[in-house]
């Protein structure tokens, strides 16, 4: 039995591929004795004190907002290319090793689950293409009864592949192209009030016309937002809502982080074929062309 587990595991590490793990799973990946198998682990959450009070074995820190910044502008854009490449590579991303990206988890409003998608999203998209999220993250780790550690980490420096995808990432122009046409769908993956334009939050209210609203947390178990719901619940969840495989699909949010976590499910978990993510979203969409471009309030939840 163990012979036949290690070689599940050493099958994991050599598939390369993006998706999920279990803690347990992830515990004995950390632990290979060949330290050159071991993945790189990443704790993604904004907290550094979160970091300290406990992490991952292992786990370098990159908090996920040191990859984003205002230009021209609006806040929290993705950094030019050769300022993130630099600090992926800072971190240990490598295009030959196993990457596990994990934060915490709780009940809402707990979100960190949107930085460990974000993180992933940008690895995707510099062309790193092994990537688990811990399933249930920190969270998930304690609840299974594993130790966090204290111990600071630093990966030495990775290397990233030549090229990467750029293509997993949209603009607005697509966008707007995108929509109303035969078998295209737009998906906003913020709460339902910020949707329908209820909130204090934006500069503009509502959302872009012709988009649905699916709140990411209907994805994630209600007592840890880190834990995916069971494959056949969120299967259920999304196509009660229209989003299925069929469809060729675009998420958007307010910042690209909740639309990230909609772009991993639907693309990395449940294998939607077409799938990618607006990276400016609504804090963009509201400011360009002299906030001229159109938008809509109220609505419902898709499938509700």
């Known amino acids: 039995m163990k012979s036949i587990l290690t070689l599940l595991l050493l099958a994991t590490v050599a598939q390369a591929d993006i998706g999920l793990i279990s803690p347990v799973e992830a515990k004995k990946l950390i632990e290979n004795p060949d330290a050159a198998q071991r993945p790189i682990v990443l704790d993604t959450r904004g907290g550094y004190k979160d970091y300290f009070r406990g992490h991952l074995p292992t786990a370098h820190h990159i908090n996920f907002d040191t990859l984003r910044g205002t230009n021209e502008a609006v806040p929290v854009q993705y950094l030019p290319d050769d300022l993130t490449k630099a600090l992926l590579v800072r971190a240990g991303a490598d295009q030959d090793r196993l990457h596990l990206v994990y934060a915490t988890g709780a009940a809402l409003p707990n ?13 995707e998209k510099f062309g790193v293409q092994n990537i688990r999220v811990v399933d249930g993250g920190l969270a998930g780790w304690v609840k ?4 966090p550690a204290k111990d600071y980490f630093g990966n030495p420096a990775g290397k990233l592949p030549e090229k990467g995808d750029a293509s997993i990432g949209v603009d607005v122009k697509t966008v707007q192209a995108h929509v109303g046409k035969p078998g295209n769908l737009l998906v906003d993956a913020r709460p339902l009030n910020e949707y329908q334009g209820d909130d204090d939050v934006w500069l503009r ?13 209907r994805l994630m178990q209600s007592d840890n937002t880190h834990q995916f719901k069971p494959l056949a619940s969120m299967k259920a969840e999304l196509e009660g809502a229209g989003i299925t495989p069929d469809k060729n699909i675009i998420c958007y949010c307010g910042t690209s982080r909740e639309g990230s976590l909609i772009y991993f499910t639907l693309k990395h978990v449940l294998g939607y074929p077409n799938v990618h993510l607006y990276e400016g979203s609504w804090k963009e969409y509201v400011w360009l062309d002299g906030k001229s471009l159109p938008a809509e309030t109220g609505g419902k939840a898709a499938g509700k």
Not at 112 to 123: C, F, K, N, P
């Open 111 to 123: 979100d960190e689950i949107l930085s460990t998608s974000m993180v992933v999203y940008v690895l």
């Open 205 to 217: 209210k509502g959302h872009i016309p012709g988009a649905i609203s699916f709140h990411w947390a």
């Open 144 to 147: 299974a009864g594993l130790e």
